[in-house]
T-cell receptor, first 112, second 112 residues
Framework: GIQVEQSPPDLILQEGANSTLRCNFS?????LQWFHQNPWGQLINLFY???GTKQNGRLSATTVATERYSLLYISSSQTTDSGVYFC??????????????FGQGTTLQVKP | ETGVTQTPRHLVMGMTNKKSLKCEQH?????MYWYKQSAKKPLELMFV???????ENNSVPSRFSPECPNSSHLFLHLHTLQPEDSALYLC???????????FGEGSRLTVL
């Protein structure tokens, strides 16, 4: 099955710094989502981005489907950005069920 | 009101108990999912329901029994669990046409 790798596994930043999180996947995908898991466990949707570039406030994401990677940019980081960031992909075989395969996540800690 | 609601948020049960987790979605979606998140592991897909029909059972032990009475509700019945089943159980829903998943807050289960 499709493999999803995220890097770095852990990241510590000072408040105000910028960062880039990477997601590599091993096969073509028809769905790619970025999530932020808050301290209570809920997965918050950040981006639905199977291809192209999107921006939402201080966050933006780019997926280059032909090269099988996606990047999540966080600018001017805040302590509330702390948590685990997951990349998840759906392969073409899952188009009828919408199921996602998750990476291991990047744990981000933003220090004041 | 959040789009996907899970109850209870926390559950502690003994190995001989029978309990159920409930999920309700208010997004008009017609596919629902159970995912399991154990410590130090990526999220694992357990079950997929599309139009109230189970379309995927990801080799889950029979002590986990899903039920989808309609497109808005999903249950996970728990019976004779093991301590290693302690985890965060996440429900999600989607429209299969887009595949974009939306998650509930999760139910944290502890098996004693």
């Amino acid at each position: 099955g499709i493999q999803v790798e995220q890097s770095p596994p852990d990241l510590i930043l000072q408040e105000g710094a910028n960062s880039t999180l990477r997601c590599n996947f091993s096969d073509s995908v028809n769905n790619l989502q970025w999530f932020h898991q808050n301290p209570w466990g809920q997965l918050i949707n950040l981006f639905y981005i199977p291809s192209g570039t999107k921006q939402n406030g201080r966050l933006s994401a780019t997926t280059v489907a032909t090269e099988r990677y996606s990047l999540l940019y966080i600018s001017s980081s805040q302590t509330t950005d702390s948590g685990v960031y997951f990349c998840a992909v759906g392969d073409h075989g899952s188009s009828n069920t919408g199921k996602l395969i998750f990476g291991q996540g990047t744990t981000l800690q933003v220090k004041p | 009101e959040t789009g996907v609601t899970q109850t209870p948020r926390h559950l502690v049960m003994g190995m001989t108990n029978k309990k159920s987790l409930k999920c309700e979605q208010h997004l008009g979606h017609n596919a629902m999912y159970w995912y399991k998140q154990s410590a130090k592991k990526p999220l694992e897909l357990m079950f997929v329901y599309s139009l109230e029909e189970r379309v995927e059972n990801n080799s889950v032990p029979s002590r986990f029994s899903p039920e989808c009475p309609n497109s808005s509700h999903l249950f996970l019945h728990l019976h004779t669990l093991q301590p290693e089943d302690s985890a965060l159980y996440l429900c999600a829903s989607s429209q299969p046409s887009s595949g974009e998943l939306f998650f509930g807050e999760g139910s944290r289960l502890t098996v004693l």
